[in-house]
């Protein structure tokens, strides 16, 4: 089966004999703003890390369309499980991005309420979430519910014991769960080569579920292969693993340095099957979205970045003994002890203000 | 309404628990405007080579630190005037990235009768003399009273060399101390470190090709000897480099594969060849090996390339080459001639597919029309990934740059289309 291709990246729509979608023009527009918006986020996240106001960034540069694409898929009531590099995922789940980068500068224990959106925290462990996932999906089944839930990865989590042991969970019961899996070809600066001899989509025929490649820079292709995996979950068909064929355009973090494993040259060729450019040509040429439009989601994002950099400044750290206050739902007696020990030993130093 | 106001940006840490870096390069100089996240400095941490955005909007005041110093995180490094709302704050600085002025302990508080103790003795404050771990353990070794040393270190840190310094016993030596007979060892860092991944990173990739020929350059020496003192070279300078690098773009015009890239795909692979020429020129700077690059040279008049090549190799020896400077070649020439050697088997730039090495210029016996005369010779080596690039192709194109050498004017005047 060839790569799912909906939109090409000079613009062009083209068909595929398995997949197809149909979308308004104002959904159209819509997967323009959140990329466009979710792509300033991140390039001023990572330039609040290189200012000292983040400890860590994970810049997405590049995956927007896997990302955004996948989560506009889902229903309001399945569940993401997403990385430390989704944050196309957590803006679709309706995150606020300084929520995302509250995290990121250490003063929040985990960024938002998964429940209220729909989508964990980030996992900094790799692949441990797929796991999550696939549990979560098999305590869907044991509700009777009709969600479905949909975990992320990168091609480096592919050779990871958690990963395929998920897989395997989920084949056996048929979980309601949908495997994404960004291959953005470099697992820190392991290159997708040297990871597995053959595509990453074909390895889910051995677990025995369907695996798909699509072309992960775009965003409707993207889209329409995941409605086709979550119809397939909801319906207790069982898993889909999705091989978003897409790349990491930025370091793998804001530690890293790409220019000492990967040749300029690529980032060059990458250049060319931007997500956004090509869908931006597609909205300009079919006369769904002229210039007015353009300037407006650039002012937006602009006024986005100025929010982030003075809501990132003007962040307060949280008092060190409210570490306890999320440990479990109800109060607890150790977690009350805990906390008045640590009190106590704060209570020890000349500037503790109580 | 706005006011003016100084905001400092002390160097953060852009990794996870760095603790210094090196000031490589300044983007901006005193009195010049900046915007904010515009790109002001260029470091290096013992992980990358990093650009540092500008955190706010106004005029630089000052820079604090110069190129090639290594500075602690948290050292002010630049002053920016701002006029802004007077909401703006100073930023907290998490992680290790923090103000210079935070590194004050937190002292327990002290029992009552403690209290009155330093109450009574002390109408200053106390503090304790500051440095780190590593010092304060050298310093108890040598016998130093910390209080009594005078500190030089940045924000007053007492540093090892002030305690070497007021050591009373001799013992201050400036030099670390080598075991005797020890073998030196030096870590490899920085323009060394990424010529060896480069390196290693081709040549156990691309299957390396290397053919050379002989050339009797006296043509291109008089061509060189000629354009040096025509009025349209005036302050240019013309070498016989020039004009291998216009054999190199007239072989390149007349063979485009030899100026590729072979591309990994998930289909098996790609040639990618380049429609403009991105010379490299290896130089030999003082930091090591460097190959930047002349963007679209395929498209320059002779005069235009002979300037671009030598403002790259002077930029390149002072060391301000930009990342765009050394990357986007798309094929070489290494000058070891320079050296003193006529040949080798250079290593081709990785992403690009040919190297040529260009060798000393000796008199030597030449036969010329069946008598032996004497004829400066140049010796041209070139590499070639055999993926890309067959034998028959790069012995052609080799040929075509050794005819091109030998007769330079001729060659230019027909183009590349002759053959």
């Not at chain 2, 090549?309 to 094929?331: K, N, V």
Request: charged letters at 20%.
């Amino acid at each position: 089966m060839s790569v799912v291709q909906l939109l090409t990246p000079e613009g062009q729509r083209v068909s595929h004999p398995g997949y197809d979608i149909n979308l308004s023009d104002s959904e159209l527009r819509g997967l323009y703003r959140d990329m466009v918006l979710v792509r300033r986020v991140d390039t001023e996240a990572t330039a609040l890390q290189r200012q000292g106001e983040l400890g860590l960034w994970a810049p997405c540069l590049g995956q927007e369309a896997a990302q955004v694409g996948s989560a506009r898929a889902m229903a309001p009531n399945d569940f993401a499980f997403p990385t430390f590099r989704e944050h196309g995922v957590t803006w679709s789940r309706g995150i606020a991005p300084l929520d995302m980068l509250a995290m990121c500068r250490g003063v929040s224990n985990g960024g938002w309420d998964p429940q209220v959106h729909r989508c964990g925290p980030y996992s900094i462990v790799i692949g441990a979430q797929v796991l999550h996932g696939v549990g979560y999906a098999m305590g869907i089944q044991f509700d009777g519910a009709e969600d479905v839930a949909v975990t992320y990865f990168g091609d480096g989590a592919m050779a990871q014991g958690d990963v395929n042991e998920a897989f395997v969970f989920a084949a056996s019961f048929s979980a309601p769960v949908v495997f994404f899996c960004q291959n953005n070809q470099w697992a820190i600066s392991q290159p997708r080569d040297q990871q597995s001899n053959i595509e990453i989509y074909e390895r889910a025929a051995g677990f025995g579920f369907p695996g798909v490649q699509v072309d992960g820079n775009d965003v409707l292709a993207v889209m329409a292969v995941t409605k086709v995996a979550l119809e397939r979950a909801r319906t207790g068909n069982g898993p889909t693993l999705i091989e978003a064929y897409t790349y990491r355009m930025g370091a793998h973090t804001t530690s890293d340095d790409p220019t000492r494993y990967r040749l300029a040259g690529e980032l060059e060729t990458w250049r060319l099957r931007d997500p956004i450019e090509r869908l931006k040509v597609y909205l300009a040429r079919q006369g769904i979205a002229d210039r007015s439009f353009f300037d407006h989601i650039e002012q937006e994002g602009e006024e986005l970045a100025e929010h982030i950099r003075e809501g990132v400044r003007g962040m307060v750290p949280p008092r060190p003994e409210s570490m306890f206050d999320d440990v479990y739902a109800e109060p607890h007696a150790r977690m009350d002890e805990q906390r008045s020990k640590m009190r106590e030993y704060l209570a020890s130093f000349e500037d503790y203000v109580g | 309404m706005t006011e003016q106001h100084q905001q400092v940006f002390h160097l953060p840490d852009v990794g996870e628990g760095l603790t210094e870096a090196e000031i490589v390069k300044w983007l901006v100089a005193t009195g010049d405007s900046v915007s904010v996240n515009q790109i002001i400095v260029e470091i290096e941490t013992a992980k990358a080579v990093v650009e540092l955005p500008c955190p706010y909007a106004g005029v630089i005041d000052a820079l604090h630190v110069s190129e090639g110093e290594i500075v602690p995180v948290g050292s002010p490094i630049v002053t920016i005037l701002v006029t802004a709302k007077a909401e703006d704050r100073e930023p907290v600085l998490v992680g290790y990235g923090a103000k210079a002025e935070h590194e004050v302990r937190r002292r327990p508080r002290k029992s009552d009768g403690q209290q009155a103790a330093v109450a009574a003795t002390a109408t200053g404050t106390v503090t304790a003399a500051r440095t780190k771990p590593l010092v304060r353990k050298l310093a108890k070794e040598l016998g130093v009273q910390l209080d009594s040393v005078t500190p030089t270190g940045i924000g007053g840190v007492i540093t090892r060399e002030d305690v070497l310094g007021s050591s009373q016993n001799g013992h201050a030596t400036k030099q670390p101390v080598t075991p005797a007979g020890c073998d030196d060892r030096q870590p490899v860092r920085g323009v060394q470190r990424a010529m060896a991944d480069a390196m290693v990173r081709s040549a156990f990739t691309a299957p390396h090709v290397t053919e050379w020929v002989e050339v009797d350059v006296s043509r291109t020496l008089e061509l060189v000897a000629r354009l040096r003192i025509h009025v349209a070279f005036e302050g240019i300078r013309v070498t016989p480099l020039t004009i291998v690098a216009a054999a190199v773009i007239q072989a390149v015009k007349k063979y485009p594969r030899i100026n590729s890239t072979w591309l990994e795909t998930p289909e098996g692979a790609d040639i990618l060849t380049h429609h403009d020429v991105h010379l490299g020129i290896a130089a030999d700077t003082p930091r090591g090996l460097l190959v930047p690059s002349v963007k679209s040279a395929g498209a320059m008049e002779l005069t235009e390339l002979a300037r671009s090549i030598h403002t790259l190799i002077e930029t390149a020896r002072a060391g301000r080459s930009t990342p765009a400077d050394l990357t986007g070649g798309t094929i070489t020439i290494t000058n070891i001639g320079v050296f003193g050697v006529d040949g080798g088997t250079p290593i081709i730039n990785p992403g690009e597919s040919a190297i040529l090495a260009v060798g000393r210029i000796l008199d030597r016996p030449w036969v010329v029309d069946g008598v032996v005369s004497v004829r400066p010779i140049m010796q041209l080596s070139m590499s070639f990934d055999h993926r890309v690039i067959d034998g028959a192709l790069g012995s052609r194109a080799l040929v075509s740059m050794a005819n091109f050498l030998a007769d330079p004017a001729v060659e230019m005047l027909m183009g590349p289309t002759t053959e």
